[in-house]
């Protein structure tokens, strides 16, 4: 039972898709999916940006987006690998986006570098 609220709190406390989770994940944060995916297009050279708007929740939502022939396109992965969906129609369109490039996105996060620590074997 407890297992169960945990995963219920840690659900509904994350960003998660609507329609499912983005991965194969069963919990999936959408800027963990959202930089998955870009890095994926970004691999096979087409140009990749992060679209992050205002969900009206208190929380921001983050979408990865490919440029296809010349036009934005949302980027959803579908399962299996290779499956995915790309649209120009955005899962919380409650405000308007700002955009980031992957990079933009990544530093914007402010993960902390963590220097290397001594093994105990030195």
């Known amino acids: 039972m407890k297992l169960f609220f945990l995963t219920l709190v840690l659900f509904l406390s994350a960003c998660a898709t609507p329609g499912g989770p983005i991965s194969p994940l069963p919990l999936t944060v959408c800027r963990h999916a959202a930089i998955a995916l870009a890095i994926a297009y970004a691999e096979r050279g087409v140009p990749v940006r ?48 700002e955009y980031f490039t992957l990079s933009e996105y990544v530093a914007r996060l402010q ?12």
């Open 111 to 122: 993960i902390p570098s963590t220097p290397p620590t001594k093994s105990a074997a030195e």
């Open 50 to 97: 992060i679209a992050r708007y205002y969900t009206g929740r208190g929380i921001y939502h983050a979408e990865p987006q490919a440029c296809i022939d010349g036009k934005w396109l949302f980027v959803r992965s579908g399962a299996p690998i290779g499956a995915d969906i790309l649209t120009d129609i955005a899962e919380y369109p409650l405000s308007e986006p």
